[in-house]
């Protein structure tokens, strides 16, 4: 495996498995830009991880601004020269049964689970083709590969991305890297966005069995150590004790 130290732009990065995969890829030596809407936790982690002897800085990033993405891609490169990664990790998930009509809350998965990606992608892919190569880390779920009750949006999100990273792999191959990461149930802060009672209730015991997210960040920082000739495409990590 390559341990060259790389440097990683991570989305979604004050908590879960954004922080987890930061704290995991300073702890390889790679070089962090760490984006996220709550900068009084970004400057936490930074403060933590080089205290630690890593690097990493932050910057306040919004994913549903595609003005927002391709600063923060700048900012990566202009800080550090280069950009060899980017994960594409902000999502959110606030259930609901169709039925309730949550409008808003539809939109508001679809601009951060499907349009944060793209922005990411878009942001990154001139960066790394004018550099020779790059690695785009998509974070899906295992809601890209089934569907159930409440989460159908979330689902068809996160459907979205896998698709997204398929067709951005097939146009890819033999120039930029891409990787998805599906991650089973995973402790995180998703579910504190769940406004709908019903889903809220089934969703507390769904969580019952949960990974840590430091699972899901030692997948990525797999992915992202191989060396240049080896392309790891899918990665779905699920807890043992779960068939779903």
């Known amino acids: 495996m390559s341990h060259a130290p790389k440097v990683v732009a991570v989305t979604g990065a004050s908590s879960g498995i954004g922080e987890a995969t930061a704290r995991r890829l300073a702890a390889d030596g790679h070089r962090l830009l760490l984006g996220a809407r709550r900068t009084d936790r970004l400057e936490t982690l930074a403060k933590e991880l080089t205290a630690a002897g890593g690097t990493a800085s932050f910057r306040r990033l919004d994913v549903t601004d595609a003005g927002d993405v391709r600063s923060f891609v700048a900012a990566a490169r202009d800080r550090y020269g280069r950009l060899d990664v980017i994960v594409n990790n902000a999502g959110v998930m606030p259930l609901s049964p169709l039925q309730a009509l949550k409008v808003d809350e539809w939109d508001r998965m679809i601009d951060v689970n ?39 949006v979330y689902c068809a999100t996160k459907f979205a991305v896998r698709a997204i990273t398929e067709g951005l792999r097939q146009e890819s191959a033999g120039d930029i890297r891409v990787t998805l990461v599906s991650p089973g149930v995973t402790e995180s802060e998703l579910a504190d966005g769940i406004s709908d009672p019903v889903a809220r209730q089934v969703m507390q015991a769904y969580r019952a069995v949960a990974l840590p997210a430091s699972a899901v960040a030692d997948a990525i920082a797999h992915a992202v150590s191989q060396p240049p000739q080896v392309d790891v495409n899918e990665l779905v990590v699920r807890p043992a004790a779960r068939a779903r």
């Open 114 to 152: 499907v349009r944060g990606v793209l922005h990411g992608i878009a942001a990154a892919l001139p960066v790394m083709r004018a550099q020779g190569g790059g690695h785009v880390v998509n974070v899906a779920s295992v809601g890209a590969y089934e569907v159930s009750p409440t989460a159908a």
